[in-house]
Structure formats: C-alpha cells, structure tokens
C-alpha cells in the first residue's frame, strides 16, 4: 500500500486538483458530443482520416523521419482553414444544436419500422403508378434537423393517404421531400442539399440529385419516385438503387433499417458493460 502511496503521489496525478478533473471532464464531454453529431456522416469518415495523418505525424518525429516530418508539418499550418471547409456544415449543424436534443431520439422499434414501411411501399407504388413524383427520406442515426428546418412542420403517422397528398401535384409542399423522423412524418416541402457529383446519369432530375446529395452527407435513405419513368428507387450513401417491385422495396428498406437497429443495440450494449465495468473497478 505503501508503495501505491508513493507512485501516486511521485506520479502526474498527484499534483492534479479538483479543477484539473473537472477540466478534463469537461474536454471529454466536448469530444463525446462532436463525435456524437458527426456519427454516420461522410465527414467523421474524413475526421478519422485526419487523426490519422496525425498520428503518421507523431511517429514520424518519433523516429526521425524529417522529409515527412517536414511535409506533414508544412500541411498541418493550414489544418485548421481546411477543418473549417471540410465540416462547415456540421460545425453549423452543431452549433444550431447546442443544448438541444441531439442524442434524445429513441431507439428504433421493429413493429412500428415494419408498419411504416408498409405505408410507405404502398403510397410510392400507387404515386408510381400515377406518374406522381415523390422523395421520402428516412433518419437512421445522423440528425436531418439542420436540413428539415426549410419545410413544413407536421408531427404526423406515416399513412399511405397522407404521402399521397403531400405529393400531389395540387399539394403546395408536393415540389419538396417528406423527412421521417423517430417513425413519424416530421416535414413536408423539404429542400435538400443537391449533390455536385459530376459521374450521377443526366437522367436524373432534381429529386434524384436531393437523394444523392442528403444520403452522401449522412446515413438517411431515401425512397423516391421519377414521375418521368414511373419507376422506384431506394438511395443510400450516395448509391441510387431501383426497385422492380413492392417486395424488394420492402426487402430493401427491411435490411438499411434493421442495420440501424443492430448498431444502436450494439452501441447501448457496449455502454452498459463499460458501466458495468467502471462500477466491478470502483468496487474492487
């Protein structure tokens, strides 16, 4: 025990006050809540590879590797203009968000994901049917609130009836996307980001480029409807994927939603035994 005394009290945590922790608290919580909002989109796949230059930075001081010690350090001075370029988005996404309810959504619930999907299967094939153009995008685990705040405010049930009328031509908010959030229909008339991509078929008209464009900046899917081709497609990560009929719509949606499903059961199982673990280590 003596000995335990001394190396804590010899070690950097011995001269640590109560404003140390609290400042490193408080660090942690900043990182956990940027990491939290940046989730499931393209940019924390860029973040990931930036923490990785940085650690090719620190090895190669390390052991004395100058040219490339030199090059990442040339590059790293305009690190923080390229941060901002890069996230402008989610920087303006999170400061929106500050204080809010980012993380607050519910896990997803299978029963009502197949119920909605029903609904939403039969008012795309019968919009189809009618030449009637739609654009439905699902949240799975990267907020769309930045993005919705351009439509209309409806808190509804999803209902076949309901996607019908929001996309009729006769609809003012037909032109725009329906955005569901937590199972129910958030808003309507939504004008999403286009997509820049240069390689997408020129048959593509602005519903498709939405689609492209909202699924390459988060982990939403989207359903729409070419009221040109009366055809069907499902959109995820940037990937239009078209669908002959109501079972592989069906099919489809099932497998993207039930992955969501699984990362968040996941997640809450790895939170429990890390819980579980820091309480075994304060009991020990």
């Not at 994927?241 to 039930?258: G, K, S, Y």
């Amino acid at each position: 025990m003596d000995e335990l005394n001394r190396w804590w009290s010899d070690g950097p945590l011995g001269t640590a006050s109560w404003i140390d922790v609290v400042d490193v608290v408080l660090l942690a919580v900043a990182i956990y809540l940027v990491l939290g909002v940046l989730r499931g989109t393209r940019a924390f796949q860029s973040l990931v590879g930036i923490l990785l230059l940085a650690g090719v930075y620190l090895f190669s001081a390390a052991v004395g590797l100058s040219t490339l010690h030199w090059v990442l350090d040339s590059l790293f001075v305009y690190a923080v203009l390229a941060l901002l370029i890069l996230f402008q988005e989610d920087i303006r996404r999170v400061l929106a968000q500050a204080g809010g309810t980012v993380f607050a959504g519910r896990a997803r619930n299978e029963v009502e994901d197949v119920a909605m999907i029903e609904e939403i299967v039969k008012a795309t094939f019968t919009l189809a049917g009618r030449r009637i153009g739609a654009l439905i995008t699902i949240e799975r685990q990267a907020s769309l609130s930045g993005y919705a705040e351009s439509g209309q405010l409806l808190d509804a049930v999803v209902s076949n009836e309901l996607l019908q009328a929001l996309f009729h031509p006769s609809s003012p908010v037909h032109d725009g996307a329906v955005v569901l959030e937590s199972g129910r229909i958030d808003r309507a008339g939504v004008f999403l980001p286009l997509s820049m991509a240069r390689d997408l078929p020129k048959v593509y008209g602005t519903r498709h480029r939405a689609a492209v464009g909202i699924t390459e900046v988060t982990d939403s899917v989207c359903v729409i409807v070419s009221e040109e081709r009366g055809t069907v497609a499902v959109v995820a990560d940037g990937k239009v994927t078209p669908v002959a009929d109501p079972n592989e719509l069906r099919q489809r949606m099932q497998a993207l939603l039930r992955a969501t499903a699984e990362d968040a059961v996941a997640e809450s199982d790895r939170s429990d035994d890390e819980g579980a673990t820091a309480r075994d280590g304060a009991d020990g």
